[in-house]
């Protein structure tokens, strides 16, 4: 590794991680056009539902849940099948052996798809300002929160669901439940507050609600100064699991 520095370091390893995405014409095609595809078919959903005691409007959930959909395509799911292909092709156990730390492997690894899902992020919240009639961000420090949580959350939750994937073919399997549960439960795309109130209190714990309630709240504005401070928890507390989880159990070397 020629940086002798950390921030050296950090961009040699994600100049080296954008070179090998780039090769991958599927990956690329994912993290840059199944979100906005996935907003259109959800907006064209949304707008057959009442979401009237949501307080929300069809764009306004459409493009924040858009947010939620980068950080699990761009970011979660593009970096569990990184971390398994860096694992299974020896490139993780070359890096252990110069100056580079397991931190700095797993973030530098992490750094491209990061910084390409907060682009993306941006210009859903500029395109929905300028082109959809929402309001500016209300709250721009909530939203910015909610968003660095999130990049963090889904780098840190993908190495640890790296652990059980096989292969790069299996991790299109072993990302599906989170996936189709934050979908679903943690607020994208069908606000919480139009579910029944056990539902509701039950997805309130869910990996991406947290972040999803931040993200929504400092955007949209209307959440109030507990709901914010439980989603904060909810969050954060995911993340120190995953971390814990990556500590203890990821894989450096193939997997047998």
Same mark, same amino acid.
Request: charged letters at 15%.
């Given at each position: 590794m +020629?940086g002798? +520095?950390?921030a050296?370091?950090?961009?040699a390893l994600?100049?080296?991680?954008v070179?090998?995405?780039?090769?991958n014409?599927t990956a690329?095609?994912?993290a840059?056009?199944?979100?906005?595809?996935?907003?259109l078919?959800?907006k064209?959903t949304?707008?057959q539902?009442?979401?009237?005691?949501?307080?929300v409007?069809?764009?306004?959930?459409?493009?924040?849940? *858009?947010?939620g959909?980068v950080?699990?395509?761009v970011?979660?799911m593009?970096l569990v099948?990184a971390?398994?292909a860096?694992?299974?092709?020896?490139?993780?156990k070359?890096?252990? +052996?110069?100056?580079?730390s397991?931190?700095?492997?797993?973030?530098g690894?992490a750094?491209?798809a990061?910084?390409?899902?907060?682009?993306? #992020?941006v210009?859903?919240v500029?395109a *929905?300002?300028?082109?959809? *009639?929402?309001?500016?961000?209300?709250?721009?420090?909530?939203?910015?929160?909610g968003?660095?949580?999130?990049?963090?959350?889904?780098?840190?939750l993908?190495?640890?669901t790296?652990?059980?994937?096989?292969?790069?073919?299996?991790a299109?399997?072993t990302?599906?439940p989170?996936?189709?549960?934050?979908?679903l439960?943690s607020?994208?795309?069908? @606000?919480?507050?139009?579910? @029944?109130?056990? $539902?509701?209190?039950? #997805?309130?714990?869910?990996?991406l609600?947290?972040?999803m309630t931040?993200v929504?709240?400092?955007?949209?504005?209307g959440? $109030?100064g507990?709901?914010v401070?439980?989603a904060l928890?909810?969050?954060?507390?995911? +993340?120190?699991l995953?971390?814990f $989880?990556v500590q203890?159990?990821?894989?450096?070397d193939p997997?047998d």
């Open positions: +020629t002798t +520095t950390v050296g370091r950090l961009g994600g100049r080296a991680e070179t090998l995405l780039a090769r014409r690329v095609f994912v840059l056009l199944m979100p906005a595809a996935l907003i078919v959800m064209s949304l707008e539902i009442d979401l009237g005691g949501s307080g409007t069809v764009a306004g959930a459409s493009l924040s849940g *858009g947010i959909m950080l699990l395509q970011v979660y593009n099948a971390y398994v860096r694992r299974e092709e020896l490139v993780l070359r890096l252990r +052996t110069g100056e580079v397991d931190h700095e492997i797993l973030t690894t750094l491209p990061a910084l390409l899902a907060l682009v993306q #992020c210009l859903i500029v *929905g300002t300028y082109a959809f *009639g929402l309001s500016a961000p209300r709250r721009p420090g909530l939203l910015i929160l968003l660095l949580l999130g990049l963090v959350l889904m780098a840190v993908a190495a640890a790296s652990v059980l994937t096989r292969s790069v073919q299996t299109q399997l990302t599906l989170l996936f189709l549960v934050s979908l439960g607020g994208l795309f069908v @606000p919480l507050e139009i579910l @029944p109130d056990l $539902a509701a209190s039950l #997805c309130e714990l869910l990996p609600t947290g972040v931040l929504r709240a400092g955007w949209l504005g959440a $109030a507990g709901d401070f439980g928890m909810t969050a954060l507390v995911w +993340t120190g995953a971390v $989880a203890r159990w990821f894989r450096w997997r």
